[in-house]
């Protein structure tokens, strides 16, 4: 038996375990361990480190676009369909500029990771491809 | 450099504020232990409020603001120092259960190698996302710590309705917080949120272990902690930089404080400070996600209900009660008054900044949708199937673990639970009955809800099921307990 806890203060009252009790923690610390295989296994290796960081990824693709526009206001949008990830990250990365999720503004940002822009509208000509899919665009409508 | 100033005061500030409401007489390192955990938390809660405060009046000298505040809990502290704070040395009681020396040996081995694989895994996984592992930590969370920080007297800008995706109306604990650090540093360093999540996701499993062996001893507090450092979910969201593991933190406060009063209870020099620390998680719950202001209702109804059905009862037996009837109705005023503030900051804030809510965006439907029986019948399924299921244990669910380990450990008997306990059982059942509700009316796909947010609803509670259930653990031989 461990000796009880001994705080001068406190009265300890150790009641001695049922056999019940003995063999249900004992199976308990068990299921525990084997749990802490999947904590240990699912962890990322430490050689691949930020390989899934798409954000850090996202902030550096955007960083001369964000340098070349104001520091608040809003801006446009156009990507590429499916996913809206991309232009969540492409918020992400611009903030505190408010990316709408529409070209109807005098400037637009383009974000074309995997290809490039095609059907554009008339009314948008490019002003800078900054690289990596990154583009701004002036809309001719909103000038 | 400046990160580790500011950390510091964060958590002075929260250390001040924990040591003014302290009044648990306990074992030095348990008391520590969950000194220090609740600091953390409570600390980042003042950090997020004073930056908060700051960007609202337009102060833009915020390390002034944080000192003053650091100074006014100083002097607090200095001067509220009680005799009964100080002089009460009171005998306290707990029950512990000793089990053989070798069982006790594995378990303290499986802990500490079950919680190292777990701070291993937390730091791999922090340093493999430093922006957050998911959507929710850059288009919710740290996208609006970057509004706060990057827009400066703009920092409105970040709650216009063209950014209804990233829930505007969510409070802001945690984006408040990384801001303020954010300030010292200079720039929005990824590393500030990531360790916010860090110290969120141990310090639960600090306040866990502390607040068990207070109450029930080191076995108990080494099995719960053991049973929430090898739960894989866990530890994937604490570092993912969402909310939810902040928020069970704040709720397992609460309940946790609720219930050391009850183990303080016997002392004679009567003090409802631990409510106050406890009203104060409660708030500050609310104040990190929007499910944190259904739990601040939940605790509040619920300890007002047991209050209302204990003095039925004790209107209706002639046994003599340890706490005096109006005791437990001081304590309430107190929860209540600790909560005010938060309520009412919440309360400003998603009236004057933040834009409605989704919701409730269709009242039209709500009605017809409660009034769907095969909308009940999916949660119910859901809500089974995520109790199963949750946790991501390998291979055996922890919560069948739990019940398993009850059903052969038998029940504990020979104690009635005090007010705290039943409040705290309350409260859960019925928060987890307002997420019922929520998903009923939400003006989602319902099976698309479900799928992406219930495990991580039954996660913000995990930490104080697994708390509750050792707090009333069975095993052991019946024993007597003096004084109760």
Known sequence: ?143 | MPLALAALLCIACGFLLVSLGWLCRAPRTDDLLLRASLSVGYGLGIFSLTFFLARIYGVTNLVAVDLVVFALLLVSFLLLRTRAATSAIVSSTRQEIHGPPLLHRILTSAFAVALCVAVYSAILRTLAHPHGDGWDAFAIWNLRARFLFRAGTHWRDGFGPLLFWSHPDYPLLLPGATANFWIYLGHDDPAVPAIIGFLFTFCTVGILFSALSILRGRTAAMLGALALVTTPFFIEQGTSQYADVPLGFFVLATIALLCLHDYDSVNPFYSPRLHALAGLAAGFAAWTKNEGLLFLCAILAAYFLILVSSKILRDASPQPRQERPHDSWISFATLLAAVAPAFLLIAWFKLSIAPPGDLFSDPATTLHKLLDPARYWAVLKWYVKGFIRFGHWLPIPGTLVLLGFYWVAGSREGEEPALGFRSSILALILTLAGYFAVYLITPYDIYWHLRFSLTRLFLQLWPSTIFLFFVSYPGGAKAPVPGR
């Open chain 1, 1 to 143: 038996m461990l000796p009880a806890f001994t705080d001068p203060h406190m009265h300890q009252i150790s009641p001695r375990a049922s056999p019940k009790f003995t063999i249900a923690t004992s199976v308990f610390i068990f299921c525990c361990l084997l749990s802490t295989v999947r904590v240990l296994r699912d962890a990322p290796s430490p050689g691949r480190r930020q390989t899934n960081d798409l954000a850090n990824g996202s902030d550096q693709r955007f960083a001369a676009l964000k340098a070349a526009l104001p520091p608040q206001g809003i801006v446009g949008y156009i990507g590429e369909p499916g996913d809206p990830a991309d232009y969540y990250l492409a918020q992400y990365a611009l903030a505190p500029l408010i990316v709408d999720h529409s070209p109807n503004h005098p400037l637009v940002v383009g974000n074309f990771p995997l290809s490039r822009p095609a059907n554009l509208s008339d009314h948008l000509h490019m002003v800078k491809d900054f690289g990596n899919g990154v583009l701004l665009f002036a809309n001719k409508d909103t000038q």
